[in-house]
């Protein structure tokens, strides 16, 4: 980061000294002003829950411009990516900060392919589990278990044991999210098999069964692929701010991923595209298209508490980028399987333009974000609505591993520490249980 010749000062109308705060330039993107000695040299704090205003890092990983919606993955635009790159080339991008030659890319899929299977112990931790356990309660439970059996590569500190851990959890979480859907179906795990895609593999242990093979639709396996690559990595999200907390504590590389995937699960996060599909279904349950007026009221009235699922995004305040490769990935994967007239999606794309008509949305730059189609593309494939969010974080996985490595890597970071305004009871004595 690069010191700006331009100084913040900081004076205060109660005569306190003022202070002077360096600027520092990013590459593209806003300025920062560096509070680091704010509180040494005048005793009060920042405050800006939400972080609404705040830099928690220098990255070198993704760039979101929100205002005219981009997206950059090490610099490259995210729709070049999603055309012209797979899901294991755009993990080589986010750790290692340049996409592979030929060679590199052979290299790290061999090495990705050959740590797919997990310890035959692991299925035992499912079994702790209803049959109607929520896939994000077991996600959470088993990313968590997996630091138990590599006791030879939890030192965060030490990059040979970052660079394993890495390849296990990206080579771990598709088999993962399969046998934690198979185990809500009552049906075996089904084993990885190394000579297929990652995402076809993927889409194999998912529905293959011991009786009969799965031989996985090309259109399909490459927009569970872009699936993938849309999700891969997002700035400072709530998730990635998770993992950075949490391993800024020294903890394992999978305590850390675990942590994560814990804080997507909410329905404002990663959820939302469980809950957008869900949203989309008792509207058609209710009428369909007719119904979106009044769906929109509701949204539109704050004691409602209704939210228009997909909608809305901290950072975007233009279209999201990657709603609109998901839009197009929809049109894909309907008109492959013949369900070109399917009514969710047609709903989805009506809602959509009624929403961007209204000027509640309007003023507020509400548009749709990468959970409004996620959803749809995912039940044409097959995958089970519970599954969407643990399918978010076998893509987010990458992400989470780049940005926690990067920080690790950065010889200033520390132990994530923030204060408080306190506003709760000033000093007071304990009473006598008779006196209270
Ligand atoms: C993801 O951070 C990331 O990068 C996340 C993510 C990633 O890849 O990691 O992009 C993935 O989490 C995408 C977002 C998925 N969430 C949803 O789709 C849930 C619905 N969206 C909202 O809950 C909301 O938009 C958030 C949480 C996404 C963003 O909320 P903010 O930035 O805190 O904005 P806000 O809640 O203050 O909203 C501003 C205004 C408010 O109205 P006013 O108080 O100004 O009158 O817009 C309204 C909100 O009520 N609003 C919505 C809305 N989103 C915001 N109103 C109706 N429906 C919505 N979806």
């Known amino acids: 980061m690069t010191p700006s010749d331009v100084k913040a000062t900081l004076s205060f109308s109660d005569g306190s000294p003022s202070m002077d705060l360096p600027l520092y330039k990013g590459s593209i993107g806003p300025d920062v002003i560096d509070i680091r000695k704010l509180y040494a040299q005048t005793g009060k704090f920042t405050y800006d829950p939400g972080f609404l205003s705040t830099a928690s890092c220098n990255s070198t990983i993704t760039y979101i411009d929100g205002d005219k919606g981009e997206l950059l993955y090490r610099g490259y635009p995210i729709e070049q990516l999603a055309v012209n790159c797979d899901y294991l080339e755009t993990c080589y991008l986010l750790l290692y900060g340049e996409l592979p030659n ?36 077991v996600m959470t439970g088993l990313v968590g278990a997996l630091s138990s059996f590599y006791h030879d590569s939890t030192d965060i500190n030490n990059p040979e044991h970052r660079e394993i851990s890495a390849i296990r959890l990206i080579a771990k979480m598709p088999t ?14 089904i084993y990885p098999q190394n000579n297929l895609s990652y995402a076809g593999n993927f889409m194999r242990m998912m529905f293959a069964t011991p009786c009969e093979d799965y031989k996985p639709n090309d259109v399909l396996v490459r927009a569970m692929d872009r699936i993938f690559t849309l999700h891969a990595d997002h700035e400072q999200n709530a998730s990635t701010s998770t993992v950075r907390l949490c391993g800024s504590s020294g903890t394992n590389p999978f305590a850390a991923i675990a942590a994560g995937v814990a804080c997507l699960w909410g329905p404002a996060h990663g959820g939302a595209n469980e809950a957008c599909l869900n949203m989309l279904t008792d509207i058609q349950k209710q009428g369909g298209v007719a119904r979106i007026g009044e769906f929109v009221s509701k949204v539109k009235d704050k ?40 009514p969710l999606f047609a709903l989805a794309m009506e809602l959509e333009k009624i929403a961007l008509e209204d000027e509640y949305f309007v003023a507020r730059k509400l548009y749709p974000n990468v959970d409004f189609y996620s959803g749809i593309v995912q039940r044409a494939i097959g995958i ?43 000093p007071r004595d304990v009473k006598p249980i008779a006196q209270r």
């Not at 060679?103 to 931790?125: G, I, L």
């Not at 993962?176 to 795990?189: D, E, S, W």
């Not at 978010?392 to 923030?418: C, H, S």
């Open 384 to 426: 089970p609505v519970p599954l969407f969010t643990a399918i978010f974080a076998l893509a987010r996985t990458v992400g989470w591993i780049a940005q926690l490595n990067e920080m690790i890597g950065d010889p200033e970071y520390k132990i994530g520490r923030p204060r408080q305004l306190f506003v709760g009871a000033t």
């Open 176 to 189: 993962l999210v399969a046998m934690a859907y198979k185990y809500t179906i009552g049906q075996p795990y």
């Open 102 to 137: 030929e060679s590199q890319k052979a290299d790290f899929e061999d090495k990705v392919m050959h740590h797919t299977m997990v310890n035959e112990q692991m299925q035992f931790f499912l079994r702790g589990f209803r049959r109607d356990a929520h896939p994000m309660a």
């Open 303 to 342: 004691n409602s508490g209704v939210k228009l699922m997909g909608f809305g995004h901290r950072v975007y305040k233009n279209y999201d980028p990657r709603a609109k490769l998901m839009r197009e990935t929809c049109h894909e994967v309907l008109g492959e399987l013949g369900l070109q007239n399917d």
